[in-house]
């Protein structure tokens, strides 16, 4: 009887404490939406008066509007560019031998090593001599960089799985490359590029660091804005914010996570 | 000009133009900047090492990345060993505390750990509700408030490694070892311990590497104390315009987490075991 009871007791303690782990990567970032639906000004788990005050002003104030607005701008441009480079860069890598491929893929991916500080200040100090601070296109550029090497390894995973003799067939038929690509490739990784193409948006969507310094005063996105209201006003509007960012990443990330597990 | 040689430069001219333009030059302009003002110089290197409060400010981010790290280990490896112990259909949905969170944004995250640890916050509330504590704790503007964030953040990096690590070992050797009589105490100790550390390893240098360069939570719930290499680069750049020190500091961070990363690819990534069904 002992025997059977202590790894019974032992499991139970690691599923309390592997579970506990998990409640607390989860749990916390859930808090602010019960906060969200709070008509006052102080904090309440449960809202004493709840209500959608707080999305009222959100989606009533112009200058959150603007910001709203501009992030998504920003975000929609980051998934075309950062897209379309990324799935050339796969095509393009998938060409070469496995030593120069190595060696490229690495100075591909690149930009999510260096540490988002470093690039901030590097892109800041020349965007600003190109007069590009302050401007949606300067923060495209700045968020295609960051959101491009995971289109590269999303999209040259996918490509993996693509059987090059399935190609040359193609080719060797009398289609040409576009037409092949088109034809044969495309439909292969099409999930794959689809599926970036929203990671990169959400990168584009949840960037602050970078954006703190190229967007200037004319050009703040949602999360500059929800940066600044965090240290300059104590307003309990930004639960709600906080809640509609969450939310947009969820119904991005959620055709993704729908993917992954089909795979 | 070839048809494959073409179809090379027409498929990566524009994606390394790009690079080049956006990202690699000004890296290089960061380097040159740190060390040409306009002549050659190593003043700004030398104002760095040689003024205390600077000195302290990256002693302050060693020793708050390290505490990360050994957070992280702490709490990430019974996570994974937990989701390495269940079915792998509940593993999957589990696997969904993990991930998801991980894509949320950093800055509503840090956010959140904010008004939840401020004095009259969630944390205080039920630690006074239920008796804890007879006062509010200062759970933030200070070291434990940045740890406690930094922890919650990077743990993803943690758990991932170990629970492929812990994926990879045979269970034919755990059953081995208890029937040759081994405690399950000392089977753990023996077997699977040894066999997931290189996935410890792994995650302990990727947390390491990533928390070097953290900058909204020192900024956030950290006090003037917890002024990380990070914050000091942007204080430079955007309170003083001291470009040429902002760019010292910022090579810096850059080499060293370069280094890093260089040592975590050369011995540890290549030896990690891929277990199914991971992302």
């Known amino acids: ?263 | 000009m070839r048809r494959a040689t073409l179809a090379r430069v027409v498929l990566l001219g524009p994606p390394l133009a790009f690079l080049l333009l956006v990202f690699a030059l000004p890296l290089v302009r960061v380097v040159w900047g740190s060390v040409f003002a306009p002549g050659f110089t190593l003043e700004f290197y030398e104002r760095m090492w040689r003024t205390p409060v600077y000195g302290r400010v990256f002693w302050i981010t060693l020793k708050i990345s390290l505490l990360t790290t050994i957070g992280a280990a702490l709490l990430g490896y019974p996570a994974a060993y937990f989701l390495a112990s269940v079915k792998p259909r509940t593993r999957q949905v589990l696997l969904l505390c993990v991930i998801v969170p991980f894509f949320l944004s950093v800055l509503v995250r840090n956010y959140v750990w904010m008004v939840l640890l401020q004095r009259t916050g969630l944390v205080n509330r039920l630690l006074l509700d239920w008796g804890v504590v007879g006062a509010p704790l200062d759970l933030m503007y200070n070291e434990l408030g940045v740890l406690i964030a930094m922890v919650n953040m990077l743990l993803p990096y943690m758990i991932f490694p170990v629970l492929s690590a812990l994926l990879a070992i045979p269970p034919e050797l755990r059953h081995a070892s208890a029937s040759l009589g081994a405690h399950p105490a000392k089977t753990f100790w023996r077997v699977t311990l040894p066999l997931s550390a290189p996935g410890v390893a792994a995650g302990g240098l990727l947390v390491f590497i990533v928390s070097l360069g953290f900058f909204i939570t020192p900024a956030l719930l950290g006090g003037p104390k917890q002024m990380m290499v990070s914050n000091l680069i942007e204080f430079s750049v955007r309170q003083v315009l001291n470009w040429p020190f902002a760019f010292a500091l910022a090579n810096t961070l850059l080499l060293g987490t370069l280094l890093l990363y260089a040592i975590y690819v050369r011995t540890l990534e290549g030896r990690m075991p891929r277990a199914a069904g991971l992302p």
Do not use: C
């Open chain 1, 1 to 263: 009887m002992r025997r059977r009871l202590r790894p019974l007791a032992a499991r139970a303690a690691l599923a309390v404490t592997g579970g506990s782990v998990l409640a607390f990567l989860v749990v916390p970032v859930l808090t602010v939406i019960p906060m969200s639906l709070s008509a006052s000004m102080v904090f309440e788990l449960i809202p004493t008066t709840p209500g959608f005050t707080q999305y009222q002003r959100f989606f009533a104030s112009r200058e959150w509007m603007l910001a709203l607005g501009r992030s998504v701008q920003v975000a929609l441009g980051v998934m075309v560019v950062a897209t379309l480079l990324g799935t050339l860069a796969a095509l393009g890598l998938r060409r070469l031998a496995t030593r120069s491929r190595r060696l490229l893929e690495a100075a591909l991916i690149a930009p999510r090593i260096v540490p988002s500080i470093v690039f901030a200040v590097a892109v800041y100090y020349v965007f600003a001599a190109a007069g590009l601070v302050g401007t949606v296109a300067g923060l495209v550029l700045a968020h295609s960089v960051l959101a491009f090497p995971f289109v590269v390894v999303f999209v040259g995973s996918a490509l993996h799985g693509v059987d090059p003799a399935l190609e040359e067939a193609s080719l060797s038929l009398g289609a040409g490359p576009v037409a092949t690509f088109a034809r044969v490739t495309f439909p292969q990784i099409r999930l794959a590029v689809f599926g970036s193409a929203l990671f990169a948006f959400n990168v584009s969507f949840d960037e602050v660091v970078v954006t703190l310094f190229i967007s200037g005063v004319r050009a703040k996105t949602l999360p500059v804005k929800v940066w600044d209201a965090i240290f300059y006003e104590i307003t309990p509007i930004l639960p709600a914010i906080s809640t509609v960012i969450i939310v947009a990443s969820l119904v991005v990330l959620t055709p993704l996570l729908l993917v992954r597990r089909r795979a």
